[in-house]
T-cell receptor, first 113, second 113 residues
């Protein structure tokens, strides 16, 4: 969902559950959409991407869904583990410019053992 | 495997002081970027470079200068620090703008008092 002020959207799940993190993007012309994971005190780390001409892409334990009609992106994490606890950002890459990414505000995922 | 290295990791400045945040990458990447991350927000692009000698402004360039004299280094300069520049700064690099994976450094946490 949308963040309000300085507060990140948060998602708390039990270990082993599936997690779904959502993101609304703004630019209809974006070519790629990317999910990054940021652990506390570290820089963002690439998880998975999807091209604008696709609606689903799967990786290891992760699936990204793209709905261009409503400009919505989601990241599904299967069998969530404590090591998945982090802030997750969606980002847009417009015009083959992955050095000019536009980031969403992030979602804090907490996995309870 | 050093990747993208940022120094220092932490810095406290007084208002009006100047400093340079260092960023170096050893992957021979042409494209480098600087982002800032404020609480509860995603990363915002400050400046970027598409090669040695070529830089351009991002979304929030005011108060910052950059230069790119070598492929490896992309320093970010604050000429006269202001409390509004208190943030975490991330440097990123990539080799191919059509790919989506950008590599991020560990960040520099800057506090301006």
């Amino acid at each position: 969902g949308e963040s309000v002020g300085l507060h990140l959207p948060t998602l708390s799940v039990q270990e082993g559950d599936n997690s779904i993190i959502n993101c609304a993007y703004s630019n209809s012309a974006s070519d790629y959409f990317i999910w990054y994971k940021q652990e506390s005190g570290k820089g963002p780390q690439f998880i998975i991407d999807i091209r604008s001409n696709m609606d689903k892409r799967q990786g290891q334990r992760v699936t990204v869904l793209l709905n261009k009609t409503v400009k919505h992106l989601s990241l599904q994490i299967a069998a969530t583990q404590p090591g998945d606890s982090a802030v997750y950002f969606c980002a847009e890459n417009s015009g083959g410019s992955n050095y000019k990414l536009t980031f969403g505000k992030g979602t804090l995922l907490t996995v309870n053992p | 495997n050093a990747g993208v290295t940022q120094t220092p990791k932490f810095q406290v400045l007084k208002t009006g002081q100047s400093m340079t945040l260092q960023c170096a990458q050893d992957m021979n990447h042409e494209y480098m970027s600087w982002y800032r991350q404020d609480p509860g927000m995603g990363l915002r692009l400050i400046h970027y470079s598409v090669g040695a000698g070529i830089t351009d402004q991002g979304e929030v360039p005011n108060g910052y200068n950059v230069s790119r004299s070598t492929t490896e280094d992309f320093p970010l300069r604050l000429l006269s620090a202001a409390p509004s520049q208190t943030s975490v700064y991330f440097c990123a690099s990539t080799t191919d703008p059509l790919r989506t994976e950008a590599f991020f450094g560990q960040g520099t946490r800057l506090t301006v008092v």
